[in-house]
């Protein structure tokens, strides 16, 4: 007679092994700071909601003080050139998609983020990749050089913010207050970006079926 799993049992057991990201060492920080405060009045930020490709949910991105982050976090583009994150953001705030190759829904959200991109530049909001953990052959093999990508060999990026799992999206407003962390969900950016910039709901379109993402 077969043996079978109870369905509990066997989904996170599948779950485990889809698993793709890497937690940093210790136990991750709770949030606090402006970033807390946003987290518990406002569902769109901080959702504890997993996918395959997450350990654990994201929790406190940019820790206290993620404006001050956006201005000491330096990182190289493809071509060399070393810029503080802030450099990269636009009139109303920025988009940031930590990222790495190697996890399939990573690279998902790498696929999207130029039709993304679209969408929020009109708005005064730039997007930027900042793929974390992996050799600069292996980033510059990667990526074409007209996309927007910085990049952290090293762990200390996805430390200092907090990034348990990628793909972690974090939306920032002008002054670099957290107005969306966690999943590459679009659908949550696009109604965070609606309330941070106070528009009419269903005004930003990025479809969570990716239809109208991939055209």
């Known amino acids: 007679?077969?043996?079978?799993?109870?369905?509990?049992?066997l989904t996170a057991f599948l779950l485990f092994l889809a698993a793709c990201g890497s937690k940093?060492?210790?136990?991750a920080p709770a949030s606090s700071g402006p970033a807390a405060s946003l987290v518990k009045d406002n569902k769109i930020v901080g959702q504890a909601a997993k996918d395959p490709c997450r350990d654990s949910p994201v929790s406190g991105a940019g820790g206290p003080d993620a404006a001050a982050l956006l201005t000491t976090t330096r990182l190289p583009d493809l071509f060399g050139a070393v810029k503080p994150l802030a450099a990269h953001k636009g009139t109303a705030?920025?988009?940031l998609a930590f990222v790495d190759t190697k996890c399939p829904f990573s690279n998902v959200a790498?696929?999207?983020l130029p039709k993304v991109a679209f969408v929020l530049q009109p708005k005064g909001i730039t997007s930027l990749l900042v793929n974390i953990g992996e050799p600069e052959a292996a980033v510059k093999s990667t990526y074409a050089p007209n996309v927007p990508v910085v990049y952290d060999t090293g762990k200390t990026t996805q430390e200092r913010w907090n990034?348990?799992?990628v793909p972690t999206v974090v939306l920032l407003d002008s002054a670099g207050s957290v107005a969306y962390e966690g999943t590459a969900a679009w659908t949550g950016v696009a109604a965070a970006t609606e309330k941070m910039l106070n528009l009419t709901a269903g005004s930003v379109l990025l479809d969570e079926a990716q239809s109208t993402i991939q055209g």
């Open 1 to 9: 007679m077969k043996k079978f799993l109870p369905a509990a049992v």
């Open 24 to 27: 940093p060492s210790g136990t």
């Open 163 to 165: 990034v348990h799992s």
């Open 110 to 112: 790498i696929r999207e």
């Open 93 to 95: 705030g920025i988009l």
